[in-house]
């Protein structure tokens, strides 16, 4: 999905320590965090992509953090979900929804600097604000 839009995928499943991203992809200017549910029904109405919980986010946002640092990342970061629901019975996908700009981050830092246990979100001395 994110291929035919043009995107290049540079990692899936990245791990580092307890922080994990499903997927990683980039563009000329910016470089795509997607957090990936699946489920096989809507159960209560609700959809996969509504089950990536504030927690969840939390998590993604501290994982890409660590990702921008580790690697010198000097993109404008963005966070997107990919909902998927399957069959149960046969596996097959029966629908899929890709929501860009998903959420933005509380404000955190993201930066190359040193960690110091304290997450604030900016980029290039730039916040990124709600």
């Known amino acids: 999905m994110m291929e ?3 995107y290049h995928i540079d990692a899936t499943n990245w791990r580092m320590g307890h922080l994990e ?3 990683i992809a980039s ?3 910016e470089i795509v965090f997607v957090e990936v549910k ?3 029904s809507h159960f209560g109405g609700v959809t996969p992509e509504e ?5 969840k986010r939390a998590r993604v946002v501290a994982a890409a953090n660590a990702y921008i640092k580790y690697y010198r ?5 963005r966070f997107d979900i990919i909902g998927i629901t399957m069959d149960k019975e046969s596996g097959q996908v029966t629908e899929q929804t890709h929501l860009e700009n998903a959420f933005i981050p509380a404000v955190r830092t993201i930066h190359s600097g ?3 246990g304290q997450w604030k979100w900016s980029h290039k001395n ?3 604000h709600r």
């Open 38 to 40: 699946t489920r096989t």
């Open 126 to 128: 730039k916040g990124i």
């Open 51 to 55: 089950k990536v919980d504030a927690a």
């Open 73 to 77: 990342i000097d993109k404008s970061p």
């Open 27 to 29: 563009n000329k200017h």
């Open 21 to 23: 991203l499903d997927i």
């Open 4 to 6: 035919k839009k043009g």
């Open 114 to 116: 040193s960690f110091n």
